[in-house]
């Protein structure tokens, strides 16, 4: 089943894992120093926030594939919506492993496909994200 993906930027951490928390009535199942998420199955959504970048507000939006053949699915649809997409591969984000891929929609609101494979004990690369940026990690 896939989920969607929403990152929000965030200036104090502290402040909105206790906004988030109260919303969703649930603490975050991964929270570091830079970085909180929620995997939450009503609505199902996987919801991070991280306070690495200067910039408040929405980071980017995905959706998350829970099987190879959903990735592939997914992948397949990124192709068909054309425009350039950046193909990450197997990477390091957001304290996970995962295998992704970025697109751009017509706005400009960079979307990420990915599949989480793994834990991390590091957040990964520090950059921007979506088809635009140089180094594609949630940043």
Not at 84 to 109: F, M, N, R
Request: with cysteine; glycine share 8%.
């Amino acid at each position: 089943m896939k989920r969607l993906h929403v990152h929000i930027n965030v200036t104090e951490l502290d402040k909105a894992v206790g906004f988030y928390s109260t919303l969703f009535a649930a603490k975050p199942t991964v929270q570091k120093d830079d970085y909180a998420k929620w995997m939450l199955d009503d609505p199902l959504v996987n919801f991070a926030i991280s306070s690495r970048s200067s910039t408040e507000g929405l980071s980017h939006l995905g959706i998350e594939a829970e099987t190879p053949a959903e990735l592939v699915d997914v992948y397949d649809r990124l192709e068909d919506a054309g425009g350039p997409t950046l193909k990450e591969g197997a990477t390091t984000c957001c304290y996970h492993q995962s295998e992704k891929s970025w697109i751009d929609d017509p706005a400009g609101v960079s979307w990420e496909t990915f599949m989480t494979t793994g834990e991390s004990e590091t957040f990964g690369q520090d950059a921007g994200e979506g088809v635009s940026q140089t180094n594609a990690c949630c940043g």
